[in-house]
């Protein structure tokens, strides 16, 4: 437990009907008794009205609710108290600067939930999910967050590592006591062992369709001045969200929004446009963000100037995009054809859809085509891993494989250890100070 007490907004900034407050900590009910005048009487756990007092005017100046939640009965495990009062952001940080006054700390970025999973409310996995629930892309995502935060996937680490644990404990006891008869199966070890490597190549594989659901697919609109990337961009949002002008060149740096299709996030960028003779400093650098943005994105929409031949310009976009994940389009159908579509599909290995942005002719057509080239078709998920627990599984994927390929019972053991260090690792068993740190840094003051 920790020995100071900790406030702060559990709601955004900005006004609302209500909003609330969260106080935990040692002295979280006589901080709440001196700002909260309850109506009655106050049961744990128990919404309870009143009103909401400024000890050092004398007067009251707001109502609505509280509940008081007693260790270990609590998000936190702490003593903990939720305040709820209206949502204008005057009142929220007068309560703030009242339970401060009365020693109060304000609370860093996540360190609400950083005490749950101190105080064993959780474990690491689902600490994570808490943060991922809140900025996950789609429903998709939320209901798939939600699910981690139930705990699926802790309960299949949890399992995987047992089952090691129960080897390694046996693989020991043979090694350090030879003279007592004990002698492991062989047989049934391998087995064990790779029925765990076929576990964590399992997970491992659910990395890229929660990512995708988590924080949606990024696509770079490519092409080059005037080709109409930023009408293509405008008619898929269904708002005129980008400057169109019949002058090349007028997106100079990126703008960035998301749509959703078939319950995945996508994140449109539209990018400056590729020009191989820029006109100033000022193209050069959007240009040169725009091949930044696509080294970095899921793939790519390469719009084509149906109105016009291909140009060196084109050339040179389809040779960026050869290696890369793409949907092609010829734009301005509503003009004479000047581009050939198999010329097209020839030196870009796609077949072109053919489109008017600004009639918004065949839109429908591509979305069907983005979803069918980036929206990876897997069964629905109930459980997924992020960046840090694919790096720690795939540390057990690595010693589990020197395990089956040793015929040495203490290199086994070895590199068995290692496997069971890294599944404690994704659940926060042995997690370093500073790396807890960083993770719980992302979150949303408040959590």
Not at 268 to 281: F, H, K, Q, S, V
Request: hydrophobic content about 40%.
């Amino acid at each position: 437990m920790y020995e100071d007490t900790i406030v702060a907004p559990a709601t955004p900034q900005g006004r609302g009907a209500i909003s609330m407050v969260r106080l935990t900590g040692p002295e979280a009910f006589p901080i709440a008794e001196a700002i909260f005048r309850p109506s009655g009487k106050v049961v744990p756990r128990r919404a309870v009205y009143g009103k909401f007092y400024d000890f050092t005017q004398g007067t009251f100046f707001d109502e609505g609710i509280a509940i008081f939640y007693r260790a270990p009965h609590s998000y936190t495990g702490e003593d903990m108290v939720e305040f709820t009062p209206h949502g204008n952001p005057i009142i929220v940080w007068k309560i703030v600067e009242l339970a401060t006054a009365k020693g109060a700390r304000l609370a860093r970025p996540g360190e609400f939930t950083y005490r749950a999973f101190l105080n064993g409310k959780m474990d690491l996995v689902r600490a994570e999910a808490v943060e991922e629930l809140v900025e996950a892309q789609s429903f998709e995502g939320v209901k798939l967050s939600f699910s981690q935060l139930q705990g699926g996937l802790s309960k299949r680490v949890e399992e995987l590592r047992e089952g090691l644990l129960s080897s390694a404990v046996l693989l020991e006891t043979e090694i350090e006591f030879p003279d007592e008869g004990i002698e492991v199966n062989k047989d049934e070890l391998r087995k064990t062992l790779e029925g765990s490597l076929s576990s964590v190549r399992e997970l491992l594989s659910l990395f890229e369709t929660g990512k995708q659901l988590l924080e949606g697919v990024t696509l770079v609109l490519v092409g080059k001045p005037n080709s109409g990337k930023s009408s293509l961009f405008n008619a898929i949002l269904e708002e005129e969200r980008a400057i169109v002008t019949e002058v090349p060149g007028t997106t100079r740096d990126f703008l960035r929004e998301r749509i959703i299709i078939d319950g995945v996030a996508f994140i449109l960028i539209d990018t400056a446009g590729m020009n191989p003779e820029p006109g100033d400093e000022i193209e050069r650098e959007g240009m040169r963000r725009a091949e930044l943005l696509l080294r970095e994105a899921d793939g790519a929409i390469l719009i084509l100037d149906g109105a016009r031949p291909l140009e060196p310009a084109d050339h040179k976009l389809i040779n960026l995009l050869n290696a890369r994940n793409k949907v092609v389009v010829i734009n301005k159908i509503d003009l004479p054809l000047e581009l050939d579509p198999e010329e097209v599909k020839s030196l870009t290995g796609e077949a072109p859809l053919l489109i008017s942005a600004k009639k918004r002719q065949g839109l429908d057509s591509l979305k069907d085509a983005l979803k069918k080239k980036f929206i990876l078709k897997q069964p629905a998920l109930s459980l997924y891993i992020n960046s840090r627990q694919r790096i720690a599984l795939k540390k057990a994927e690595e010693h589990l494989l020197r395990a089956l390929e040793s015929e040495a019972p203490e290199i086994v053991a070895q590199e068995l250890r290692e496997a069971i260090l890294a599944l404690e690792e994704i659940l926060g068993k042995i997690t370093p100070r500073e790396v807890l740190n960083n993770i719980f840094s992302r979150f949303c003051i408040g959590k």
